[in-house]
């Protein structure tokens, strides 16, 4: 599983605002504790551009340096010692680009399609929306940020990739659901809903 930069993001801002239980906090909480409910295979992958990225951001944001350098350093850890021990240093982000608006997302893609992962997580679906995926409408939330917005799911199919893009709140529902996260199981499931196992 890939969680994009601004999950890592919302996830740090929900704890300095003495939130608790947000979509972004669980899924990371999940990830760490490799507690999915299903069969305890979640890997977290990162890759080191992706983690500069974050430093990058959260510098902006005037994070502390040390306060930095331990959250990033937690991530990496969670990686390493992940079902799979990954290392960011390793995971380049793959060559291919795709035509996403934002170069950084298409690096994020890449990385994801090239490390075999099964769902990239982001709460910015739109940049990740090329011509080269299949799109599913998942529903309707409500928020008090940007208020109504239809949600999306995304699935890549590219070479022997296949990926699933989502949305923090679809990942969520899908797991409070007992979903099987492989790829085209999932994504049998998102187009029928009630219907699970239909392959």
């Known amino acids: ?6 999950i890592f993001v919302g996830n740090i801002m929900a704890h300095d605002r003495g939130r608790k239980g947000t979509a972004t906090q669980t899924l990371l909480s999940m990830v760490s504790s490799q507690a999915w409910g299903m069969d305890n295979r979640a890997q977290l992958i990162i890759s080191f551009d992706m983690i500069d990225t974050l430093e990058t951001v959260l510098r902006r944001m005037h994070f502390a340096e040390d306060r930095i350098k331990a959250y990033s350093g937690s991530i990496v850890d969670i990686m390493k010692y992940g079902p799979e021990a990954l290392d960011p240093y390793f995971i380049l982000g793959g060559e291919e680009r795709f035509a996403t608006p934002d170069v950084e997302d298409a690096g994020v893609l890449a990385t994801a399609i090239g490390t075999g992962a099964d769902i990239l997580v982001t709460d910015n679906l739109r940049d990740f929306a090329t011509k080269d995926a299949s799109v599913i409408d998942t529903q309707v939330v409500n928020t008090t940020a940007s208020g109504q917005r239809t949600l999306q799911a995304l699935r890549y199919e590219i070479g022997g990739a296949d990926l699933i893009v989502a949305h923090p709140f679809d990942v969520m529902q899908w797991m409070r659901l007992g979903y099987d996260f492989t790829p085209e199981t999932l ?3 998102i187009r029928n809903p009630g219907n699970e196992h239909v392959r």
């Open 1 to 6: 599983m890939l969680l994009d930069v601004n």
């Open 187 to 189: 994504w049998n499931a």
